[in-house]
Nanobody, 119 residues
Framework: QVEFVESGGGLVQPGGSLILSCAAS??????MAWYRQAPGKQRELVAS???????KYADSVKGRFTISRDNAKNTLYLQMNSLKPDDTAAYYC???????????????WGQGTQVTVSS
């Protein structure tokens, strides 16, 4: 059974930086991604990285966020710089596309980590 535990969120001022981490029970060599969900909005994909290290980013975060992975540690990272109030959301890691749980009969999501960008 897959499990993701996100950490590293917090309150930061506009222009600040944060590093998010995701401890995964396993990452295999498949694509992993960070997603976020702001209040009242749908969850969106922020950044993804495939088994070969090729990355993709949402236009809204290009040039500011960097996704990386350490397969030996089963850990996914998201370096976030030049944060804006619009980046405020709960951030989740998952596979890309999201891992489907046969037990839950829906995609599995961890608890996420809250990022709040405010002065």
């Amino acid at each position: 059974q897959v499990e993701f535990v996100e950490s590293g969120g917090g309150l930061v001022q506009p222009g600040g930086s944060l590093i998010l981490s995701c401890a995964a029970s396993t990452m295999f060599s498949i694509s992993m991604a960070w997603y976020r969900q702001a209040p009242g909005k749908q969850r969106e994909l922020v950044a993804s990285i495939n088994g070969g290290g090729i990355t993709k980013y949402a236009d809204s975060v290009k040039g500011r966020f960097t996704i990386s992975r350490d397969n030996a540690k089963n850990t996914l990272y998201l370096q976030m710089n030049s944060l804006k109030p619009d980046d405020t959301a709960a951030y989740y890691c998952n596979t890309d596309p999201p891992w489907y749980s046969d037990y839950l009969r829906r995609p599995y999501w961890g608890q996420g980590t809250q990022v709040t960008v405010s002065s």
